[in-house]
């Protein structure tokens, strides 16, 4: 049974702290997400059919429950996702101190980007029920964490730092081309009346128009997804100033809104940003385009984790601060560019991978005994690999680093540990094989070319197979200057009479080392049926596999944190072993000539398994 995931879905444009983890969760194989509707409400209003929600879900082709039809009792998740830390905002049912009384397991990812300072703000953003009841919190850097630390009652043990999901979309807003005319997005932050708070809309509303009338620029303007309830919460002069831009907006073209549940598009499109206190000044730093801060004396100003701004950014206290940004990027000028792209660096954990898969690996690692029971099969007769998981997992291998030892690439030990395991290996092995000049080996599973390493000054003609293209790539250029070697990318059940060569003789040496292991049971056999039309009476087959020491044990995507991946193998045992040697009997006949173990206890790190080797003649 899979670990089931449920994402409480209120707010169409927060759907990108959800959508890279979902996607990396689904990928995982071992959860099961579901997206859970909620009402969404908001400046004194309720919102009981949150129709701009459904709408965006079914845009977006997410299957989704209406939280009416949902109960904990009968869906009974593990753990759900909320995605905001405001319990007024959604039924009561589905606060956090009643998920908390229901034993109910959430995270909380930050719905924004938190910029703005104030005693009130730091609640707001660190010590709430969805806070301190929390049983993950996935924060952007070590700073945030820190500032859990500091702020929150319940400390920041839970905190982890995994990068914002919403940063996971930078792929998305990078565009190979440039604007005929310079684009500028303009975001302008919510206004309540006479109360202090960050927005600018008031002051610099005009200077806007002025901007957009006079200079060759298209203007988008995004307000806060919460705008227009709070003007029509406080009403005042805002009202007033918005309307006039809405006006304007029907006679003058290079003026658009944009109101749409993502912002993709216009971060995309933007040459540059115009932004209050909010979300975006941080959101839009990985585009590595120009940003002005918008604020005045009037204004509240940064929290501590945003002070960066204020050094690395250009600054707007006055109408003409505007006026000289927008003259900058039109000169397409930067000087700052270098400043804010530090900033970046310093104060943002931006993974390799996502951040969506950061999560994905903090919750794997909670749930790995639960995942374990599903995932770690024994006597699982029936139970079939996944071939392209499989491959993924050696494609990751191979890929992982420019710098990865190539033994540790095939054995998954550390490098001293799988040096000493294959000087022994060959060591034992290869007088059993007696090669000569005129042998001429198969290597089925060769990996990046770990067993021609050591017979290449034989003299013999060699073809190895992987089914890894990367495994196949580093070998073919490790040993591209050596004419009596071939590598082919290929199954180890697909062999066939083509690796054998025009006119060349079969194969009298094959060399099978931890490859059976990879292979369902009547994909063994295919592959030992097909050696009978490549190999000839007495050639020496040579398999090393770790077997199973009591019972068959298979792995079904479950994950190794020795390997920081998902892993799938079936350990068989050696009575298993020799029936599926037996079952090719109508095709090919093999004789056992030796067997042993691998290797000395001191170089077995296994409980369960044991590698040995078996020396084989085809009759």
Not at 204 to 233: E, Q, T
Request: aromatic share 12%.
């Amino acid at each position: 049974m899979k670990i089931k995931v449920d994402f409480l879905f209120q707010w169409a444009p927060g759907w990108t702290n959800f959508e890279s983890v979902i996607s990396a969760l689904n990928q995982d194989g071992n959860f099961l997400c579901r997206v859970i509707l909620l009402p969404f409400h908001h400046s004194g209003k309720e919102d009981h059919e949150n129709k701009q929600a459904r709408e965006f879900l079914d845009a977006q082709g997410v299957a989704w429950i209406w939280h009416e039809d949902y109960a904990f009792s009968t869906f009974q998740p593990d753990m759900v996702f909320i995605q905001n830390p405001y319990d007024f905002t959604r039924p009561a049912r589905f606060s956090c101190r009643s998920l908390k009384e229901n034993n109910i397991k959430y995270a909380y990812i930050p719905y924004g980007l938190d910029v703005g300072e104030g005693q009130q703000n730091l609640t707001f953003q660190y010590n709430m029920d969805c806070h301190n009841l929390a049983t993950w919190i996935f924060v952007r850097s070590r700073q945030h964490k820190d500032f859990y630390k500091r702020y929150c009652h319940a400390g920041n043990k839970h905190v982890h730092v995994t990068g914002h999901p919403k940063f996971d979309s930078l792929k998305l807003w990078q565009r190979n081309h440039k604007n005929e005319r310079k684009t500028l997005l303009w975001t302008p932050h919510f206004v309540e009346g006479n109360l202090k708070g960050w927005s600018t809309f008031n002051l610099y509303c005009d200077a806007m128009l002025f901007i957009a009338m006079n200079y060759p620029v298209d203007l988008i303007v995004r307000p806060h997804p919460l705008f227009i309830g709070r003007l029509k919460a406080f009403g005042g002069i805002a009202v007033e100033k918005f309307t006039q831009l809405v006006e304007y907006t029907k006679v003058i073209s290079n003026i658009t809104f944009d109101f749409e549940p993502s912002y993709h598009h216009s971060f995309c499109k933007a040459d540059a940003l115009m932004a209050d206190a909010g979300s975006f000044l941080l959101e839009f730093l990985p585009t590595k385009k120009p940003i002005l801060y918008l604020t005045h004396e009037s204004c509240l100003g940064l929290n501590k984790s945003a002070q960066f701004v204020n050094k690395s950014y250009y600054i707007a206290r006055a109408e003409k601060d505007i006026d000289d940004f927008v003259n900058m990027v039109l000169a397409e000028e930067d000087p700052k560019q270098s400043k804010r792209l530090k900033a970046l660096d310093d104060n943002f954990f931006i993974p390799a991978i996502g951040a969506g898969d950061e999560i994905r690996q903090v919750l794997t690692r909670h749930f790995k005994h639960k995942i374990a029971k599903q995932t770690r099969l024994e006597n699982a007769q029936d139970v079939q690999l996944d071939t392209q998981s499989v491959l993924k997992f050696f494609e990751a291998r191979a890929t992982q680093s420019k710098d990865s030892h190539p033994l540790t690439m095939t054995m998954y030990q550390t490098v001293e540990l799988a040096t000493r395991r294959d000087e022994h290996e060959k060591a034992l092995i290869l007088p059993k094989l007696a090669l000569s000049a005129r042998s001429y080996v198969l290597d089925i599973g060769c990996g990046n070319g770990r067993w021609y390493e050591a017979i290449k000054n034989d003299g013999l003609d060699y073809v190895g197979i992987d089914f890894s293209p990367s495994l196949i790539a580093i070998a073919q250029e490790k040993y591209k200057e050596s004419p009596s070697c071939q590598f082919h990318t290929g199954k180890a059940d697909e062999i066939s009479p083509q690796l054998v060569g025009k006119g060349k003789s079969p194969f009298t040496h094959v060399i099978v080392t931890g490859v059976i292991m990879y292979l369902n049971d009547n994909e063994v056999i295919r592959m030992l049926k097909n050696l009978a039309e490549i190999t000839q009476p007495g050639t020496t087959i040579f398999l090393r596999e770790p077997v199973a020491n009591n019972v068959r044990l298979t792995l079904d995507q479950h994950w190794s944190e020795d390997l920081n991946s998902h892993y799938s193998a079936i350990y068989r045992t050696q009575q298993e072993l020799f029936a599926l040697i037996s079952a090719c009997s109508d095709a090919i006949h093999i004789e056992l000539v030796e067997a042993g173990d691998m290797y000395p206890h001191e170089l077995n790190n296994r409980k369960e398994t044991q590698q040995r080797y078996y020396v084989l003649k085809r009759k």
